[in-house]
């Protein structure tokens, strides 16, 4: 059974369990009309869906079918050459990474890029650096009001860790530990920056089954317990279904369903994307 058949099974058997653990908000991230092209390959076309604040926002679809590409607009890695995104009520079009991120978009990405050589704790503190107002010549030298604040971004970050469950690694460099502790280490960088939306580039990929259990639950205490909006990408139907509000559904870079898991486990389009056929 190849990858798509195995996908579909979940998406048409899977129960829904219930995400509706706290009040879903007015409209945080407003995404229109987003088509990108590479040469002449069109990567998105005329993509719109909005993120309600407090949300878990699912975008899912085939390999290639244009995701990551589109995480990449939100987050400002690419231009797109039409439409706008707005997020907060402010439309921006030609925005870096950096401009996002300070405007309160955080990311992880599939693959991981972390210090392996750096500990658990000073991957995640790597995270604070735009919170961080000391110059970096105080910040080496950790003098006066520098080491002050470096005091207090370690403390957030030790509370990272706790809510993380990786305290007994807090000092381990990160290439040794195993893959999906990397995968949570990488996801508290990403909470460092103490983000409104967070963005998840296939968080479960290459987990097994009690990692993928692990993340589920983590990403929905993020949620819950931060208030964070999450946008994700992810190829686990089971797990989408199970811990999403809403869901888009992407095919060669086009639009071809939005709604509830409910809804869009129903859509012919969806299922014929998935399966090749309608049954």
Wanted: proline share 4%.
């Amino acid at each position: 059974m190849n990858a798509r058949i195995e996908d579909s099974a979940l998406l048409a058997e899977s129960a829904p369990v219930p995400a509706a653990r706290r009040r879903i908000g007015e409209v945080i991230l407003d995404v229109q009309n987003i088509s990108l092209s590479f040469g002449g390959v069109k990567a998105l076309t005329d993509i719109s869906f909005n993120v309600r604040e407090h949300e878990v926002r699912a975008i899912i679809g085939p390999n290639g079918a244009g995701k990551s590409s589109m995480l990449n607009c939100i987050n400002g890695v690419y231009t797109p050459q039409q439409g706008s995104i707005t997020f907060r009520g402010k439309t921006f079009k030609h925005m870096n990474s950096r401009q996002v991120a300070e405007m309160g978009v955080a990311r992880t990405f599939q693959n991981l890029a972390l210090f392996k050589g750096m500990s658990v704790l000073d991957n995640i503190m790597s995270g604070r650096n735009l919170k961080m107002k000391s110059g970096l010549l105080a910040q080496a030298l950790r003098w006066g009001p520098a080491e002050r604040e470096e005091l207090r971004h370690r403390e957030f970050v030790e509370h990272i860790i706790d809510f993380l469950e990786i305290q007994a690694h807090r000092k381990t460099p990160v290439g040794r530990l195993p893959y999906g502790l990397q995968k949570r280490v990488d996801l508290g960088r990403a909470l460092a920056m103490e983000p409104q939306v967070l963005l998840l580039d296939e968080p479960m990929a290459g987990m097994n089954v009690e990692e993928k259990q692990d993340m589920s639950r983590f990403i929905l205490d993020v949620n819950d317990e931060f208030g964070t909006t999450i946008v994700l990408i992810e190829h686990d139907m089971g797990v989408v279904m199970d811990i999403s509000d809403r869901v888009v559904v992407l095919d060669y870079g086009k639009k071809i369903g939005d709604g509830t898991p409910d809804e869009v486990r129903g859509n012919a389009d969806v299922i014929r994307a998935y399966l090749g056929t309608e049954h």
